[in-house]
């Protein structure tokens, strides 16, 4: 398992760092970098964790994430194409300490902000995605002037922030270690009960420890974590279930022991039932 933090490979001459991934799934182990990152999803689904919060990308999503935002990609299982990304990676500072703090570009601020965060464009449009392509298929000059244009048109877009928390998201390795492997047990065993004790164990902490060391790096307790992992894994296959599907199935699959906390739960998170929420994405 890889150890935050990660290291965007480039060259020392470099501002701008742009990356294609084409493979069967993305890199799905919980990792930071100092670089901020935006990327389009050309193709591929599955859960995104982004520092506190448990939610999905899809094909033709453009995500941003601030510099040391611990996030993670977990490609759908039975996806039938590869998983493409293009994604450009670049540092606040790398065209200079005083380059963003100009009047020209103090409109930026706002993009800056909300990065730090993470976060997904709601109107994406032709110009962006030119943008990306464009950045693909140059480098220097012209690269460096589609990345403006591609700050622009992001920078007044609408936006949906991908997390509330980031107090204390830049880990140190041990500290990223460790969550990252709590996050990729929980990923891979949230359909099963997984107790306190035994996720404790995973982390090689007593449970007291464990509860203050997750409280004070993801803002919420563990139970809270699993519950919006379930439920989110429980969305997905509202949005894809039959209809012949029992909301039963769908509750007792994603880790519930009984459809009545299922609803509870759901409706807490959702703000609508189960049924009215599949009923919202027919």
């Known amino acids: 398992m890889k150890v935050l933090p990660f290291k965007i490979p480039?060259?020392?001459?470099?501002?701008?760092?742009?990356?294609?991934?084409?493979?069967?799934?993305?890199?799905?182990?919980?990792?930071?970098?100092?670089?901020i990152q935006i990327s389009y999803i050309v193709s591929g689904s599955g859960k995104l964790l982004v520092g506190d919060t448990i939610s999905r990308f899809n094909t033709g999503d453009i995500l941003v994430f601030g510099g040391n935002l611990p996030h993670v990609f977990r490609s759908d299982a039975q996806a039938e194409q590869l998983s493409h990304m293009l994604t450009v990676f670049f540092n606040r500072e790398g065209f200079g300490t005083s380059f963003f703090e100009t009047e020209e570009l103090k409109d930026f601020n706002s993009f800056f902000k909300k990065a730090a965060s993470g976060f997904r464009v709601l109107d994406i449009n032709d110009r962006l995605l030119k943008e990306f392509l464009f950045l693909k298929n140059n480098a220097h000059l012209k690269r460096f002037m589609s990345f403006m244009r591609l700050l622009y048109h992001l920078n007044n877009a609408k936006k949906e922030l991908l997390s509330n928390f980031t107090k204390n998201s830049n880990y140190t390795d041990t500290e990223g270690q460790r969550m990252s492997t709590v996050f990729d047990y929980c990923l891979t065993h949230f359909r099963e009960r997984i107790s306190l004790s035994e996720i404790s164990e995973i982390a090689v902490?007593?449970?007291?420890?464990?509860?203050?060391?997750?409280?004070?790096?993801?803002?919420?307790?563990?139970?809270?974590?699993?519950?919006?992992?379930?439920?989110?894994?429980?969305?997905?296959?509202?949005?894809?279930?039959?209809?012949?599907?029992?909301?039963?199935?769908?509750?007792?699959?994603?880790?519930?022991?009984?459809?009545?906390?299922f609803n509870r739960y759901f409706k807490k998170q959702k703000g609508i039932s189960p049924r009215a929420y599949k009923k919202s994405v027919a």
């Open 205 to 261: 902490m007593s449970p007291t420890a464990f509860c203050r060391f997750f409280k004070e790096r993801t803002n919420k307790t563990f139970n809270q974590f699993l519950l919006e992992l379930r439920i989110e894994h429980a969305c997905q296959m509202l949005r894809t279930a039959g209809d012949q599907e029992a909301i039963a199935t769908i509750a007792y699959s994603c880790g519930f022991n009984s459809v009545s906390n």
């Open 10 to 35: 480039k060259s020392d001459n470099n501002a701008l760092i742009f990356q294609e991934d084409l493979e069967p799934s993305f890199y799905d182990q919980l990792h930071q970098h100092p670089e």
